[in-house]
């Protein structure tokens, strides 16, 4: 990875620095939408309930301080891609690649079917990406029932049905 980066686990002191992660990240996806949204972050207990179960992982820099971060849950055998950010200064230098990598391997040795996510289908950072790496979008009927329910909840609070798309990346 340019300007070594290093894959880890996260450590619970750094979940401020994730916030700030995440909400720098959120500039660049609002550019690419052309929306105004003020930029919300992860409650920091679903990043706890990530760290705690092993599936918080940051990439860092060569001052060990975090630069990007991918959070996951376990859910009915699959692993759940919950937020994928990395801070402006440090994206396109694959850091998100390696993050995504370093997820994949999770859910290998976890022995689970799969990966999945939600995410906008149009924006070349989003759905685009993610088909490089494999994943694709399951057909209304294979589509797992909870990834359903966060598709319709991410509707409900007023993200645009037309953009709004599941992701799964069978292993």
């Known amino acids: 990875m340019s300007n070594a980066c290093t894959i880890r686990q996260a450590?619970?002191?750094?979940?401020?620095?994730?916030?700030?992660?995440?909400?720098?990240?959120?500039?660049?996806?609002?550019?690419?939408?052309?929306?105004?949204?003020?930029?919300?972050?992860?409650?920091?207990?679903?990043?706890?309930?990530?760290?705690?179960a092993g599936l918080l992982?940051?990439?860092?820099?060569?001052?060990?301080?975090?630069v990007g971060f991918l959070a996951a849950e376990e859910i009915e055998g699959m692993l759940y891609v919950i937020e994928l950010d990395v801070c402006r200064n440090w994206q396109r230098?694959?850091?998100?690649?390696?993050?995504?990598?370093a997820a994949i391997?999770?859910?290998?040795t976890r022995q689970l079917s799969s990966l999945t996510l939600t995410t906008d289908r149009h924006v070349p950072f989003n759905a685009p990406f993610y088909s490089s790496l494999g994943f694709v979008l399951p057909s209304a009927e294979v589509l797992p029932r909870f990834l359903r329910k966060k598709l319709n909840y991410?509707?409900?609070?007023?993200m645009d049905p037309e953009r709004r798309?599941?992701?799964?990346?069978?292993?």
């Open 154 to 158: 991410e509707v409900a609070v007023g």
């Open 11 to 52: 450590r619970p002191d750094e979940l401020p620095r994730l916030t700030e992660i995440e909400i720098d990240a959120f500039a660049t996806l609002a550019e690419a939408l052309g929306v105004a949204r003020q930029a919300h972050a992860l409650p920091h207990g679903v990043l706890q309930g990530s760290l705690d």
């Open 105 to 108: 391997e999770m859910a290998r």
């Open 165 to 171: 798309v599941a992701m799964v990346l069978t292993l």
């Open 93 to 101: 230098r694959g850091v998100g690649r390696h993050l995504m990598s």
């Open 57 to 66: 992982v940051v990439a860092a820099d060569v001052s060990d301080r975090p």
